[in-house]
T-cell receptor, first 112, second 109 residues
Framework: DTAVSQTPKYLVTQMGNDKSIKCEQN?????MYWYKQDSKKFLKIMFS???????INETVPNRFSPKSPDKAHLNLHINSLELGDSAVYFC???????????FGPGTRLTVT | QQPVQSPQAVILREGEDAVINCSSS?????VHWYRQKHGEAPVFLMI?????EQKGHDKISASFNEKKQQSSLYLTASQLSYSGTYFC??????????FGAGTILRVKS
């Protein structure tokens, strides 16, 4: 069974479109995260939820909006996509902020 | 706030040892280590907590010098499977991890 899953794995879209990435974890964890990894492999946290409550909201454009319908799911919606949004987006989960994080397989977003 | 990792890259032969360093300019609550293989997700290796507790991997060890805000990851008797990019993630406060730029490790046979 996949611990942390993301869909889609690849996403190719044009500038100006709106897209969503979904994440689900079956580990029973309370905390979930979204990370962005750019072309230089720099891994940067975007958001974190603990028990469906937003606890970390980094300096991310308002075009990015996370939503956590329940503890097992954390989705990321992106409005008005820009070229600079092209990256790999990873979802992760953990028992809590000071525990190991389990990463999903990533979603490679390409904006043309 | 981003921790500094060194070296940026290292090439080893199988069986050789390596040390990867991570240093921060801020006081740290914890240091996490992850390995990422090309095209894959980062995988947890080790957590070092303030106060000395460690949780981690059986073939990899690490140290955490709280006073110097530094951590080192020790890879002994390296295997081909150790190849990848190693990231340290530092927790300053606010329960978020800030990752370093990564150290590329390549093990050759």
């Amino acid at each position: 069974d996949t611990a942390v899953s993301q869909t889609p794995k690849y996403l190719v879209t044009q500038m100006g479109n709106d897209k969503s990435i979904k994440c689900e974890q079956n580990l029973g964890h309370d905390t979930m995260y979204w990370y962005k990894q750019d072309s230089k492999k720099f891994l940067k946290i975007m958001f974190s939820y603990n028990n469906k409550e937003l606890i970390i909201n980094e300096t991310v454009p308002n075009r990015f909006s996370p939503k956590s319908p329940d503890k097992a799911h954390l989705n990321l919606h992106i409005n008005s996509l820009e070229l600079g949004d092209s990256a790999v987006y990873f979802c992760a989960s953990s028992r809590g902020p000071r525990y190991e994080q389990y990463f999903g397989p990533g979603t490679r977003l390409t904006v043309t | 706030q981003q921790p500094v990792q060194s070296p940026q890259a290292v090439i080893l032969r199988e069986g050789e040892d390596a040390v990867i360093n991570c240093s921060s300019s801020k006081a740290l609550y914890s240091v996490h280590w992850y390995r990422q293989k090309h095209g894959e997700a980062p995988v947890f290796l080790m957590i070092l907590l303030k106060g000395g507790e460690q949780k981690g991997h059986d073939k990899i060890s690490a140290s955490f010098n709280e006073k110097k805000q530094q951590s080192s990851l020790y890879l002994t008797a390296s295997q081909l499977s150790y190849s990848g990019t190693y990231f340290c993630g530092t927790e300053i406060r606010g329960n978020k991890l800030v990752f370093g730029a990564g150290t590329i490790l390549r093990v050759k046979s």
